[in-house]
């Protein structure tokens, strides 16, 4: 009878097979939220089908209104008496921005020693297919070796997740009985240092807007008509660095209505943490703007916050242009804390925009969904077998960690299905992800994927009462 | 022996001509300040060589560092007798900016009945190809009715006048002997209405500025980091919002060192202008941030400006992009009045940003050159010639006026050479000039050839002691 040792061997002795895959899996362009990706979003999902199926799970493509979720399942009627296990990962990726910016092709991962690691770099190789890849490999191995999975599996792996999920609350409602699960594992999220594993524990909702401000003209003379006519970039300026006070609070009427101050406990437990030094990475926080009476942390995990994430108006080409837009656009986002909805923000967002805009001008808002905060208990038997099963592997303990990112799964399967989620993930600062050259390395990789071992051995304890 | 008459007739009956030839000119897509333009550049120098060949001028295209510039001359020794006239005007035009803005494609012109006009549309019917044809055609006519030109002539058409007017200043020295001149006619400016000539007196200046500001990072994931490091989209909109204070006037320190007030006399004569509605076209003023205290026109004519031509930062793609990027930049303009020079107001501006950048961030600008602003005698005898002449050909006095837009030529040939410069033009506030679907009409183009003739007649009339 095999024991958990095999299935660790089993992922050691496979790994060149786990890396080429992943190599292969991130040289697809599987970009989300902007058409030039649809192709590899298509690509993506049907070769993630084909390795889920050819490791023994009935694996769909589950087309969306927008794109389509990877839904695998272990075969054969439900058992009662195993646990029924959820897995999620996103297949797709980040836009790549400026491609002048990447010094390493963001689709031709390849490996490189650097720094005593194995590295790769491409969009994508961390956030997320890294990490889905990760309990892909540990089904693989423990079906390889047992025979059989730890428990009844369901894989979910989205393909709209770095663009807003859209699709997700509808999806989630069709598909509720094939989803109801003991747990879902949540596997997106950051490490606590490159040697100490996290499972994180609160999470922030996430909104995003884009507003178009417009004159009552089109594009003129700057020369003949600047001193006197409505300029949208000036406006705009002028109503962005609005946005905050001096205390580098979020200016908007409202907009913390409902907030409820860190807890001191919490606090205390975060305090502590923020001592370590690689919750940053090599991320310099000098010339940044902090809401006044939070330390990083704390505004990272525990504040609401809003960020321009982009803006265009007017001239863009290489030469100069005396030209007085006709419009600007920018994007903007927020960070949501338990308290907020992201309807009530983006309601009081666009109140604070259209009181500011000044006669005669117009703004457009695009921007709809978004998802809300999230804590989950520390509490439950599945967190604390994770937790053990990521000390086993690591030989540390699992810090319990915030996080300023969102996922919008969590709040839809932990409130709409009331399923427990844990979030683990392999993630660290200095991936850059969401950044050009995006990296990951090959070690990480290997110890997640044999993390997801030493978990499923906590649960089977668990469940068999030898915990 | 034939009179003006007979050349008029000329125009007219040539004018199909005219108008086949101008549409050809435009359809060369001869775009300055931007490297897709250069063949336009090259092909448009080359076909008004050949143009001003065929009338009878000497022609070449003369190199600069930058684009080339047409320069002819009528041919044989200079009569010391006759007055030496110079008319420029620019080839070269701006960039199209968002084609989807364009309903007419901008390098296909053809002829469209539209408000009782013959109208078309295309990057530079208007600014400036129309301008520079309506000299060219009265030449042609009057050497063809007459066998010779009215007076010694050179023309210069510029190629950069649109990016700035680099090469000028070199070319100008450079090319001294052959530019001097009684009188440069500058035809690149505008009417005072659609059935009012005018004659520009006062051009501001412009210093043309690009400012990049850079965070300490790379772009990094707005969840993870937004609520801590420096957004330089954030800092960018500060600092834009600070450029004015809340009087409309430039908050930058020394802005209006050197300015005078707009004289007493000057300002009544612009009111009594002011009562005109068409200075305005169809530009709605409503939303704009005008410096407190001024008219529209005292304000476009009369006051230093700032302008923010262009901005560009972070997420520019169609989807969404949760990231905090590594840098914005903005591009500016100064509009300059008597008092203020170019390098000092570029010194200024990059002082004002650099006391105001976050510890941690850096700045980068690029801009050079410039002009300064140059205020025209209205006493000079060409001057009034030239409103004499305008005057009959549109039956009603031609307005003296100001304006926003900067000619480098004009501080250049008045300041550098001594030369008396008469600014004139055939544009309106409603062709669109820097803006989509820029358009010019066919019976302008005619009375502005037309309008040339007349000024010879009255130079001729001056020059023979009969004026």
Redesign the interface.
Known sequence: MPNTDDVLRDIDGNFDNTLRKLLELVSIPSI????SGDEGIARAAEWLKRELSSIGLTADVVQTKGHPVVLAQSIGNRNEKRPRLLFYGHYDV??I?DLN?WKHPPFEPRIIEEDGLHCFYGRGTSDSKSQLWTFIEALRAWKHTFGEFPADVIVMLEGEE???SQSLPEFIHTHRDELACDVAFICDA?MWSATQPAITTQL?G?V?E?VTIS?????????????????P??????I?????DDHGRVAIDGFYDGVKDIPDAVRLQWRALSQEAGL?G??????????RGYS?LE??WG?P?V????????????????????S?T??L?F?LVAGQSPETIRQRFRNHIESRL????LVEFEGHGGSSAVVLSRESPYLKAAARGLEKEWKTPAILRG????IPLVEQLSEALETECVVIGFIL?SD?????DERYDSERLRQGARSWIRIFEEIQLQSDGKA
């Open positions: 989300s939220g902007d058409p980040q836009p921005g910016q770095e663009c807003g950051e922030k996430l995003h884009r004159a009552p003209n089109p594009d003129l003379h700057s020369g003949h008509y600047g001193a006197v006519a409505a300029n970039i000036r406006i705009m300026a002028a962005l660095a609005g946005l905050h940053l090599d991320v310099d926080l000098t010339g940044g703007l902090m809401e990083s505004a990272m504040r916050t960020d321009i994430n982009g803006i265009t108006g007017g001239n863009q080409g290489p030469g100069e242009r005396s030209v007085l837009p006709g600007a920018a994007r986002s960070r000044p006669e005669g001008c996080t300023g990112g969102a600062p850059a992800i969401h950044a050009p």
